[in-house]
């Protein structure tokens, strides 16, 4: 089992950027596939990013394409999101998410949550 702990949230202007970690203990990240999330108030949770065990390969929400980078250190037991251009849409819970079996953008093959951090993009 893995706990995760989401930080770097935060109120920043469009245009601006964030760089979001989640935190994992309990367990060695190298055996998860990560995942990021989003979920706006009044909306489904939505996929944003996913890394794979070792970092090999990355995939990315079209809407985020080219904006965020998803990165992990497995050393440190972190996952990173680096969040570049952002939009007022962008506002949302962010949530990390640990998965055992493989990259994937569907909210339910994750089996470990982290309880998320507040991005807001407003001027």
């Known amino acids: 089992q893995v706990q995760l702990v989401e930080s770097g949230g935060g109120l920043v202007q469009p245009g601006g950027s964030l760089r979001l970690s989640c935190a994992a203990s309990?367990?060695?990240?190298?055996?998860?596939?990560m995942g990021w999330f989003r979920q706006a108030p009044g909306k489904e949770r939505e996929f944003v990013s996913a890394?794979?065990?070792?970092?090999?390969?990355?995939y990315y929400a079209d809407s985020v394409k080219g904006r965020f980078t998803i990165s992990r250190d497995n050393a440190k037991n972190t996952v990173y999101l680096q969040m570049s251009s952002l939009k007022p849409e962008d506002t949302a819970v962010y949530l990390c998410?640990?998965?055992?079996?493989?990259?994937?953008?569907?909210?339910?093959?994750?089996?470990?949550w982290g309880q998320g951090t507040q991005v807001t993009v407003s001027s």
């Open positions: 890394i794979s065990r070792y970092g090999a390969s990355t």
């Open positions: 309990g367990r060695t990240l190298s055996a998860y596939y």
């Open positions: 998410a640990a998965a055992r079996r493989g990259s994937t953008p569907r909210v339910d093959e994750y089996d470990y």
